[in-house]
């Protein structure tokens, strides 16, 4: 019903994918300073593989699966959030959950889940929940959790726990039969995207077309995807054995983020990996230009490499990482003079930056702060 519905009957605006144009977004439009913060490195602090990065008011928190590390704003290494293992208060795996307001992040435990301040000391604990994953944070004492719909059977799409029990559910209304329940669940990774935007939560699930709002434990439309023939609708869910192995044929959202002026997704499809804007202020949607196979704004500031956010935190700071070895690649002198420049002088740090690292340092967080 959603996806027929109008803007003023839903309060949401929907988003015609396929009338996307490919277009090259300058992120100088957007942007007003690039800093480039290279992590610490050194063996206490050896960042593994797949890391995410969350970058709060002093500090930057750098999560593995199995690592979660703090540094501060300037890349010195502080301390270790926490150790893996399985003693007692030690993490089964990080979940990537962070409250930049109290300085917490959440670990999942072998037993239980638990909630990790800065400081590396506990704070609180909360029940494991079979199934699910703590995505978010309500408010400090709630938690929101993603259940798991791979199999087709889930009863709720998402929980709420506090530190003693489930207080609330939200019903799920995606049911579909899988014969072999070995295939889908590889996809299980994908299925949820929860992100901050001021002060709202929102979330969409990987088999729905509709970012929701969450407030007060109830989910509200607030943007619809119109995928149009890429959809994957209920027939095709009606056999999802089928539906695994023609997964490509079909769009896939993901890393939702929003920001005062746009919405910023990517699509996973045989059509590749694609960078999306949706310009909140024109209602019109654009697929990212790639440089080099790369998707990202355009960096025009200091020449460096195409800028795509993986994180934005409560003051609209965007986030992104670089692996030292791939500027050393492709940030050279002769990369840099082919590009429209506006800020000389940070090209210049840009530079020296490159010129200082070794390819096996740590990654370097690269912030960018809108107009």
């Keep these: 019903m959603l996806s027929c519905s109008n803007k003023q009957q839903t309060g949401s605006d929907i988003i015609h ?13 957007y942007v007003v300073s690039l800093e480039y913060v290279p992590l610490e490195t050194k063996q206490e602090c050896l960042i593994d593989r797949s890391p995410s990065f969350y970058v709060c008011d002093e500090y930057i928190v750098a999560t593995t699966s199995r690592q979660c590390f703090l540094f501060d704003r300037s890349g010195k290494f502080i301390r270790e959030i926490g150790r893996a293992g399985r003693g007692p208060d030690e993490y089964n795996y990080t979940m990537g959950t962070i409250n930049e307001i109290n300085q917490t992040v959440l670990m999942r435990g072998w037993d239980k889940y638990m909630e990790f301040s800065f400081n590396g000391k506990v704070t609180k604990y909360f029940p494991f929940v079979s199934s699910t994953s703590p995505r978010a944070y309500v408010n400090d004492d709630l938690l929101v959790c993603g259940v798991s719909n791979t199999r087709g059977d889930a009863i709720n799409q998402l929980i709420f726990i506090n530190q003693e029990t489930i207080v609330d559910s939200i019903p799920n209304y995606q049911f579909f039969k899988l014969q072999n329940p070995n295939v889908f669940g590889r996809l299980s990774g994908y299925e949820f995207n929860f992100y901050q935007y001021h002060d709202g939560l929102y979330y969409k699930n990987m088999f729905n077309d509709t970012i929701f709002r969450i407030e007060d434990r109830k989910i509200y439309p607030a943007w619809i995807f119109d995928m149009e023939q890429y959809r994957l609708s209920h027939t095709i869910m009606a056999d999802m054995n089928t539906a695994n192995q023609e997964r490509h044929k079909y769009n896939w959202v993901q890393t939702i983020l929003e920001a005062d002026p746009f919405l910023l997704f990517s699509i996973v ?10 310009d909140k202020h024109k209602s019109q949607v654009f697929i990212m230009k790639k440089e080099q196979q790369l998707k990202g704004f355009y960096n025009d500031i200091d020449g460096g490499m195409p800028f795509w956010p993986t994180h934005i935190n409560r003051k609209q700071e965007l986030v992104m990482f670089l692996y030292p070895y791939q500027m050393i690649e492709i940030l050279t002198n002769e990369y840099i003079a082919r590009k429209n420049i506006r800020d000389e002088a940070a090209s210049l740090r840009l530079r020296e930056l490159v010129r200082r690292l070794e390819e096996e340092d740590n990654p370097v967080v690269v912030i960018a702060r809108l107009k």
Excluded at 17 to 29: C, G, P, R, T
């Design 17 to 29: 994918v396929n009338d996307a144009k490919e277009m090259i977004f300058n992120l100088s439009d």
């Design 269 to 278: 499809s045989e059509r590749g990996d694609s960078a999306f804007v949706f």
